[in-house]
């Protein structure tokens, strides 16, 4: 076991040190596992089960008409699909079940995804495909984050001081996965609710380390670049302070604000903004940390009261590439449900899917009100 007091330099340079006891070992497969604990906790249990060696067989293939990279990962096909909840994989070992997590309880824990869209591998340059094709194989990471032990909670009943414990853990493998050869973004991300798509109903998300920018980010960085080179200002702070003024506030504190976007594509969106220009996880305070622990659960709970069912959604964080005009990214979090009302969802169709052009059922004045009066 290792006591490891994790430091984190902010934009302003002034530490913000966390004492988190962070304990790795390799599951029977290989894989690395990683227990964060808020106190000092025996984690020598090792791994029971006879697994064989991972095998993957990712590949990235570039899209030759628009310039974009799409992952082929066709061994994910046979990954775990909603087991019932007592063969849950996430859930703590038991003498009569081992798990993907030996011990018999955590606090969070963060291992090797077992069908990974994105594995390590050696760097290597286009495989021999012929002009226009480009393709390599999928060198990244993919990681699993267990936000809790506990198989029947959710990320918006996780008290505070374990939602400080996730930021340092999302911190944590930030910086570890930013150093990996090849890696170009880190993409911490939370899906929730069979309609969004899970396999899991364990409180849970992932981490993807992809070996190039993932077309959303490169998108943003290039708006940021054309608008820093016309008016000599950064277009998310320019945006921060004009929706921190705005009707779509839905939260808001001394370092964040939480907020509808005005051209918001999604029927019930937040973005949740550090009011500081950061790039990414690594760089926030304690102070705010701490805040954002606060507010990002209430917002949640908002998202579920609002219809009084737990919320199909997706939180993705939004951060700056690794290397490339990392100074541009302003680190975000995005949340948004595929829910329009009580009894219907929206289904990205032949506008949104085809096009990429979002047609949105709900005014986002309307919906910010909506998150502000649920609770």
């Known amino acids: 076991m290792t006591d490891v007091a994790m430091t984190v330099l902010g934009a302003a340079g002034e530490p913000a040190p966390t004492s988190v006891f962070k304990t790795q070992l390799q599951l029977s497969d290989g894989r690395e596992l990683f227990y964060f604990d808020e106190v000092e906790t025996d984690r020598s249990a090792p791994d029971r089960r006879d697994l064989p060696t991972t095998e993957t067989n990712s590949l990235i293939r570039l899209d030759p008409v628009l310039g974009e990279w799409t992952v082929i990962a066709s061994h994910r096909q046979s990954r775990t699909y909603l087991p019932p909840a007592d063969e849950c994989p996430l859930d703590p070992s038991t003498p009569e079940r081992p798990t993907e997590i030996p011990a018999s309880s955590y606090d969070v824990v963060v291992f090797e995804n077992r069908f990974p869209s994105l594995a390590p591998g050696p760097i290597t340059e286009d495989s021999g495909t012929a002009a226009p094709f480009r393709s390599r194989p999928g060198n990244g990471r993919c990681e699993v984050v267990c936000f809790t032990s506990d198989h029947n909670s959710s990320f918006s ?127 926030l305070t304690s102070a705010e940390r701490d805040e954002f622990s606060v507010l990002y659960p209430d917002v949640l709970r908002r998202f579920d009261k609002l219809f009084d069912k737990p919320m199909p959604y997706i939180a993705a964080w939004n951060q700056a590439p690794v290397h490339e005009e990392r100074e541009l990214g302003h680190l975000h979090l995005e949340l948004f449900s595929s829910r329009r009302s009580a009894t219907k969802l929206k289904f990205l169709a032949g506008s949104e899917s085809a096009m990429g052009v979002f047609v949105n059922d709900v005014t986002p004045e309307d919906a910010a009100r909506m998150l502000r009066d649920a609770l």
Not at 175 to 190: D, N
Not at 236 to 248: G, H, L, N
């Open 157 to 283: 009943a996780l008290p505070a001081h374990r939602v400080r414990l996730v930021m340092d853990v999302w911190a944590d493998r930030t910086a570890a996965l930013s150093a990996l050869p090849g890696v170009e973004l880190v993409f911490p991300f939370e899906n929730r609710g069979e309609e969004i798509g899970v396999t899991l109903h364990h409180p849970h998300g992932q981490i993807y380390a992809y070996p190039f920018l993932s077309p959303r980010v490169a998108r943003q960085i290039a708006v940021a670049r054309e608008h820093l080179d016309q008016t000599g200002r950064m277009i998310c702070c320019e945006v921060v302070a004009a929706e921190a003024a705005d009707e779509r506030v839905v939260g808001s504190s001394e370092h964040w604000v939480a907020f509808v976007p005005f051209a918001a594509r999604w029927p019930y969106e937040v973005h949740l903004y550090p009011r500081r220009h950061v790039a990414d996880l690594t760089e």
